[in-house]
């Protein structure tokens, strides 16, 4: 299966550049997608975090390894990744996703991160990789809500996966629907395409819309409204061409308003295999005479799949008279492709028949995968014609020929050439010849009518005709040997020659040729030659590095030196304050107890390194080259062994009893600080042209660093304190000082941490803060340098390496708001970078709460009534009352004027217009403090209209019951219904409240009304009634 190339050239995805390596272009063998594409955005302290998917695609023909991960440099968003690098191994046209998840702590600074993304396939495509991906990440605030999405989403129904694709047969099509919702508070127009496939793949189609009244049209979009959802259908339509196998389009939905958005998805889907194959077997030469004969296969690949079909030509018959040849013999067909397979059938030519022949053959087809064919089998004839009739002329030859050879005989004993020297051996010596001995080969020889010789020549060669040695010629025209050959040949009765030097003395491999040139006679002579098998000299052993190893493979920093303890002056921020100065400003002595390495037994101080080498005689130099983790040269050092064995060596290295093997052990480097190292051996060779016959490196050897104290757990006891028990506390604590210690008094703040690697702290100190920055609580040092402090043995113990404190006092009891700040000064700290300090949540002291009193409430100068009636007159100023209110509480109490102007200082004033309209309101002090307490004082103010004027007299009467204060008309008299709700009326004794509003005549409340008419008796009809108890009046 394979998937289509969707890589699309880079481009601007939402303000961030998408880059890739130089080279990277459109044909790249890697797809990738991300989501989220754009800016992403996670809440700090969000235990969910961010889930960044990189979906891969093999695009390429090669099974790759694929390397993701996050740059080094990207800090600190690969620090906040669970797992910053992810692999994967996917096959051709494979895909797959892989999850990255950011986790950013809930004290990470607001901001936005810019981090590279990294996806290497370094060993498979190292021309097309890494490609870089450059992305923002926003950091929102702890406290913060998260910022609330408007960029449109899509999904798409029915959902697929690289695992669950949707399967299409052949010529099938696939409905996807598309819903679109647009979250932005704009109308919004979308277009849906898909760029990785051709027009013809798919089709979208929008829903019509309704612009006229009965016109339907067709639309190029979908269009929104801000919230609402809508559906396009995506109908893919693979052509009847398309290749089987897994597809990964992408689908892409473009916004109007917001063209740079990317809103991108993948379709997985598969179209299932296909299997059609047609083969015609062609004639086109069937009758011959000595040629052969030719035959056809024309298949057509009418399927979807790539098939391969192996084509064999056999006889039918059992006599195996022809020979077949098949080009090609194996054929591969790719969807709706075709080939063409010669067959030559050609008869054996010697068994051709006199009276002609019909040859059958058969041809077989076979699918290398198993896959089914409509046709596997074929039968073919060839007709080899006669044999002419002139090849019987042939038996007569024959025999005329026999008859020939025998007169040559004959002629050729009476004509024998003359006897000339034969070569009967000629040899080296089988011995094994080396070039560090100096060797030369030597040759042996045996030679038949050494009589019959003039001289012998002997040229050494290599394998390849090139001259090595010689030629070295031999005179034996003489009757006597020559000189060179004196002391190893006897001439007699063959010339046997053992052990005779050459000059071949160089490495490699010698054939040696003997050429006898045979004395002149009558007759001309060819001279004899013979060679020899191949001989070797044995090249000088070169040196060879066998093994290289450290003597751990990780080492601890320090050794078996010890750890250097530095006090370094560390200042704390915001204070100017500083730690670590000496041992002497300290909160207290330190105790007898002292606190234990938890580390390990001492490693070396040093990285150590054992070798072992082949061959060290040969060796002229030893190059050992430290390398750190990019594989960059750090430290070279090199070990001269022109005379012998290097000085530095002689008390780290031997060789074994022959010299052959040389072991070193425990070789010191230079490599002390912490950190990854990887050591390269090579070896030069005393021969040569300096360059190493052999190179050897280590496996990455670590070297840890000390480890540092780090604070584990640092919390108050509790988060909230009162003021009036630490007070309590404290008295108790000073009239019982032997108290018992088990159980602490609160009297102040505490505090608990845990701190590891407590043998490595010099110092700690303690401040405390407000949230504004103000130092609330001085800063308390304790020196560890000779144990646990006196001021912290109450308090503190130890756990292995793990220091623990419970409720340790600070002092600090007074009302405000505290955070609390531990510094761990380490003794081996050179910098600032090296202090570690942890905070405390907000801790708050509570203040003795203060009981809450209205000292006074006035209205224009005098003590507030429960209520106060006004009369409204036309063309009059508005009513405007003086308020004037001190009330007496603690610093969390809380005043308010309601229902204006609110809340207010303890003590003020504040003019307050009354409504000119009929109604009445009500104007409240309202005090409360942090205990819940209140206390409320409530002012009712009632506006009434004027009175109506008096009616006409009326004609004189008769008088009626009701007496004569009836039949005046007079507002307000006796027996009016109503008369009691007219201001100043007889009726009315006792109005609510005296209060005098300039301007305002009439006003509830006016001395001289009730005067005019004669007071009758308290009875409970006339009584008058208290202020709150009085009705709302109305005219």
């Not at 070295?472 to 030097?501: A, G, I, M, R």
């Not at 060596?649 to 425990?666: A, F, G, I, P």
Request: hydrophobic content about 35%; charged content about 20%; proline content about 10%.
């Amino acid at each position: 299966m394979t998937i289509q190339p969707l890589s699309a050239p880079p481009e601007e995805m939402n303000g961030l550049s998408v880059n890739s390596r130089p080279g990277h272009s459109v044909g790249s063998p890697l797809g990738i997608i991300r989501n989220p594409s754009g800016l992403a955005t996670v809440i700090a302290g969000d235990e969910d975090g961010l889930k960044l998917s990189i979906t891969v695609t093999n695009q390429g023909p090669i099974s790759a390894l694929i390397d993701i991960y996050i740059d080094e440099k990207s800090q600190p968003v690969r620090q906040w990744c669970v797992s910053p690098h992810e692999y994967l191994a996917l096959n051709p046209g494979q895909s797959s996703e892989v999850v990255l998840k950011i986790k950013v702590p809930d004290n990470a600074i607001p901001d936005t991160y810019d981090y590279l993304l990294v996806v290497d396939a370094q060993q498979h495509y190292p021309e097309n990789t890494p490609i870089y991906h450059r992305a923002k990440l926003q950091v929102m605030p702890f406290v913060e809500e998260a910022r609330t999405a408007t960029d449109a989403t899509f999904t798409l129904q029915p959902a697929t996966s690289s695992l669950q694709p949707a399967m299409l047969q052949r010529g099938e099509q696939l409905e996807l629907k598309v819903t679109v919702h647009n979250r932005s508070d704009r109308v919004d127009r979308f277009r849906l395409t898909c760029p990785d496939l051709d027009s013809k793949w798919f089709r979208v189609i929008y829903p019509e819309g309704l612009p006229l009244a009965g016109i339907i049209t067709s639309t190029q979009g979908l269009e929104l409204n801000p919230g609402d959802k809508g559906d396009i259908l995506l109908f893919l339509s693979p052509p009847m061409t398309a290749w089987a196998g897994m597809y990964a389009p992408t689908v892409r939905l473009y916004s109007e308003n917001n063209p740079d958005l990317v809103l991108l998805d993948v379709v997985y889907l598969e179209i299932a295999e296909f299997h059609l194959i047609t083969v015609d077997f062609i004639t086109l030469v069937s009758k011959v005479k000595n040629q052969a004969g030719l035959f056809e296969l024309r298949f057509q690949n009418s399927g979807n799949t790539i098939r391969e079909i192996d084509i064999f030509a056999k006889d039918a018959d059992e006599d195996n008279i022809c020979t077949y040849t098949v080009a090609p013999s194996k054929v591969r067909l790719s969807p709706g492709g075709s080939a063409i397979a010669g067959i030559q059938v050609k008869p054996t030519k010697g068994r051709r028949p006199f009276y002609g022949r019909m040859l059958n053959f058969v041809v077989d087809l076979e699918d290398t995968q198993k896959l089914p064919l409509l046709t596997n089998h074929f039968q073919g004839t060839l007709m080899w014609e006669p044999r002419p009739w002139w090849q019987f002329l042939l038996l007569v030859f024959l025999l005329t020929g026999s008859l020939a050879a025998l007169i040559y005989f004959i002629f050729w004993l009476i004509t024998k050439p003359p006897i000339k020297p034969e070569i009967i051996e000629f040899s080296p010596e089988p011995i094994k010849y080396k070039e560090i001995n100096n060797d030369a080969i030597r040759l042996n020889w045996r030679i038949g009518n050494p009589q019959k010789i003039e001289y012998i020549k002997i040229t050494g060669m290599s394998p390849d005709g090139l001259v090595l040695s010689g030629p070295f010629v031999y005179d034996l025209s003489q009757k006597t040997l020559p000189k060179e050959l004196q002391d190893f040949c006897v001439p007699e009765p063959q010339l046997t020659c053992q052990n005779v030097w050459t000059d071949a003395r160089k490495s490699g491999d010698y054939i040696f040729e003997m050429t006898v040139m045979p004395k002149k006679g009558r007759k001309a002579v060819e001279p004899v030659t013979l060679r020899t098998t191949s001989v070797r000299i044995e090249a000088i052993p070169v040196p060879q590095a066998v093994q290289v190893e450290s003597t751990q493979p990780i080492y601890q920093q320090g050794g078996n030196q010890g750890r250097s303890l530095l006090a370094v002056p560390a200042s704390i921020p915001g204070t100017g304050q500083s730690i670590g100065q000496s041992s002497g400003q300290s909160s207290g002595q330190s105790t007898d107890q002292s606190i234990g390495d938890s580390a390990s037994a001492p490693l070396r101080d040093r990285i150590l390194l054992n070798w072992r080498l082949n061959n060290p005689n040969q060796i002229k130099q030893l190059r050992l080259m430290g390398l750190n983790q990019e594989g960059v040269i750090q430290t070279q050092k090199t070990y001269d062994f022109t005379q012998g064995m290097s000085p530095e060596l002689e008390r780290y290295c031997q060789k074994n009893l022959d010299s052959t093997v040389l072991t070193c052990e425990n070789v010191p480097t230079d490599a002390k600080e912490p950190g990854l190292y990887m050591f390269e051996l090579q070896v030069i060779p005393s021969i040569g042209d300096g360059s190493p016959s052999a190179v050897i490196k280590t496996n990455a050897i670590q070297i840890k660093g000390i480890p540092q104290p780090k604070i584990v757990e640092f919390a108050p006891s509790q988060l909230v304190y009162e003021e009036v028990k630490l007070k309590a506390a404290n008295l108790a604590a000073n009239q019982t000082p032997a108290a018992n210690t088990v159980t602490p008094k609160v009297n102040s703040i505490l505090l608990n941490w845990q701190v590891e690697q407590v043998s490595q702290v010099q110092e700690i100190g303690l401040i405390g803060r407000s949230p504004d920055g103000r130092v609330n609580s001085p800063l308390q040092r304790y020196d560890f340098t000779q144990g646990i402090p006196v001021a912290l043995k109450d308090y503190c113990r130890l756990s292995g390496p793990q220091l623990v404190c419970k409720n340790v006092p600070t002092g600090a009891n007074q009302p405000d708001d505290y955070i609390f700040d531990l510094i761990v000064l380490p003794k081996n700290a050179q910098t600032q970078e090296g202090i570690t300090t942890k905070k405390t949540e907000i801790i708050k002291i509570i203040p003795e709460p203060v009981p809450i009193n209205i000292l006074a409430f006035n209205i224009n100068g005098q003590a507030a009534a429960p209520k106060y009636i006004f009369e409204t007159q036309p063309k009059t100023k508005p009513i405007v009352l003086t308020l004037f209110w001190q009330v007496s509480g603690g610093q969390d109490m809380k005043v308010e004027i309601l229902p204006a102007p609110g809340s207010v200082s303890p003590q003020g004033s504040v003019t307050y217009p009354v409504t000119p309209d009929p109604g009445q309101e009500t104007i409240t002090l309202k005090v409360t403090n942090a205990q819940g307490q209140e206390l409320t004082r409530t002012v009712a103010i009632q506006t009434l209209a004027p009175p109506p004027p008096p009616p006409p007299p009326a004609p004189p009467v008769a008088a009626t019951p009701g007496g004569a204060g009836a039949a005046a008309g007079v507002p307000g008299a006796a027996g009016v219904p109503g008369a009691a709700g007219v201001p100043g009326a007889a009726g009315v004794p006792g109005v609510p409240g005296t209060l005098e509003v300039p301007g305002v005549p009439g006003a509830a409340g006016t001395p001289g009304a009730a005067g005019e008419e004669e007071k009758e008796p308290p009875t409970p009809d006339n009584t008058p009634l208290a202020p709150a108890e009085i009705n709302p009046q109305f005219n």
